[in-house]
């Protein structure tokens, strides 16, 4: 006869078990569309040098995107939504930079997301047209949850 006490006990371990494979799970999960997300950027940015090498063979000088070509914004979201989001990040300054120095700009952009979506130099020295555009390709690709204070 099993005591109530060892019933208690094993009904617990199992629980504990159950959560801890499900943690595992998630972690797996959380891993792979890691792997998806970076697979994603490598592409675009071998796709991005090989246009440049391209362009560089032919012996064309490679402009800089002048900031009229920022006026129209990827995806879906909306000058509003982008506004908020700034303002909650920054106040809306494009030139600022977090006190600890890892976030820069209106959207308050680390340099490595920046470039994952097509930024050159630092966020807090593109011009605000340019941020808004990289913001807005940014949400496009991975929605609110980059800013996921000000994003809400």
Not at 33 to 62: M, W
Request: with cysteine; proline share 6%; net charge negative.
């Amino acid at each position: 006869m099993v005591s109530s006490e060892s019933s208690t006990l094993t009904a617990f371990n199992l629980a504990a078990r159950a959560e801890e494979l499900r943690v595992k799970q998630q972690s797996r999960d959380a891993e792979a569309e890691g792997n998806k997300l970076q697979k994603e950027t490598a592409r675009e940015l071998e796709a991005d040098r090989h246009g440049q090498a391209v362009v560089a063979s032919a012996g064309i000088q490679p402009s800089v995107k002048p900031e009229k070509d920022f006026k129209d914004l990827p995806g879906s979201v909306t000058r509003k939504t982008l506004a908020a989001i700034a303002s909650c990040e920054s106040g809306g300054d494009p030139e600022v930079i977090s006190s600890n120095g890892l976030y820069h700009g209106k959207y308050q952009f680390s340099p490595g997301t920046w470039e994952s979506v097509g930024g050159k130099g630092l966020p807090s020295d593109a011009p605000e047209a340019e941020q808004d555009y990289r913001a807005a390709k940014l949400y496009k690709r991975s929605g609110p949850g980059q800013w996921p204070v000000c994003g809400q």
